[in-house]
């Protein structure tokens, strides 16, 4: 149903390295979000962006940055990952139209274990 | 504070029969959105129902109907002739506004298993 793609699916990589969540959306969705969610718990909203060149950080305070160059793509990036960054990633898109957010599309996650 | 709250952490029902998932919120804004996502085992988070608060009437999306309650800031999810699919987390969230900025708030989910 949505048009919005994360990768990869499943990492294991090891503490210490770099890694980036890419996610990107063929709908042209100006707003862009990542959550992240702990198995079978809440999402908790960690960084959005309301367009091109815009990011902002989400209530739960995180390590990772992100970047918006275009409209589709919305990366995520862990620059030395942890064993405490060990959680799903959940990108989401969705429409800036008239007030309050219309709908937003979710990718299908990122499970992410750092050993 | 802008929150969701989903007071029934599991649900459990029988095939066929009706289960209604619990839901309330806390907003000062006059104007939002709600929404049940579903999020089966594994697989990708979608959109069961949307209310918009200014409407009165209940949304309803074939088996799946919300009571939306304004006043009391309640929106329970309803779902009829519950089936094996519908068995999966079920999330409470509603669009706020806050320092100009726009984001959706999530509850905490229930889970919800329907059984053969």
């Known amino acids: 149903e949505a048009d919005i793609y994360q990768t990869p699916r499943y990492l294991v990589i090891g503490t210490g390295k770099k890694i980036t969540l890419e996610c990107s959306q063929t709908m042209g969705h100006d707003k862009m979000y990542w959550y992240q969610q702990d198995p079978g718990m809440e999402l908790h909203l960690i960084h959005y962006s309301y367009g091109v060149n815009s990011t902002e950080k989400g209530d739960l305070s995180s390590e990772s940055t992100v970047s918006r160059i275009r409209t589709e793509h919305f990366p995520l990036t862990l620059e030395s990952a942890r064993p405490s960054h060990t959680s799903q990633y959940l990108c989401?898109?969705?429409?800036?139209?008239?007030?309050?957010?219309?709908?937003?599309?979710f990718g299908q996650g990122t499970r992410l274990t750092v050993v | 504070a802008q929150t969701v709250t989903q007071s029934q952490p599991e649900m459990s029902v029988q095939e066929a029969e009706t289960v209604t998932l619990s839901c309330t919120y806390d907003t000062s804004e006059s104007n939002y959105y709600l929404f049940w996502y579903k999020q089966p085992p594994s697989r990708q988070m979608i959109l069961v129902i949307r209310q918009e608060a200014y409407k009165q009437q209940n949304a309803t999306e074939n088996r799946f109907s919300v009571n939306f309650q304004k006043a009391a800031k309640s929106f329970s999810l309803k779902i009829s002739d519950s089936q094996l699919g519908d068995t999966a987390m079920y999330f409470c969230a509603f669009t706020v506004t806050q320092g100009g900025s726009e984001k959706l708030v999530f509850g905490k989910g229930t889970k919800l298993t329907v059984n053969p």
């Open positions: 989401a898109s969705s429409e800036i139209k008239g007030q309050g957010v219309k709908r937003a599309f």
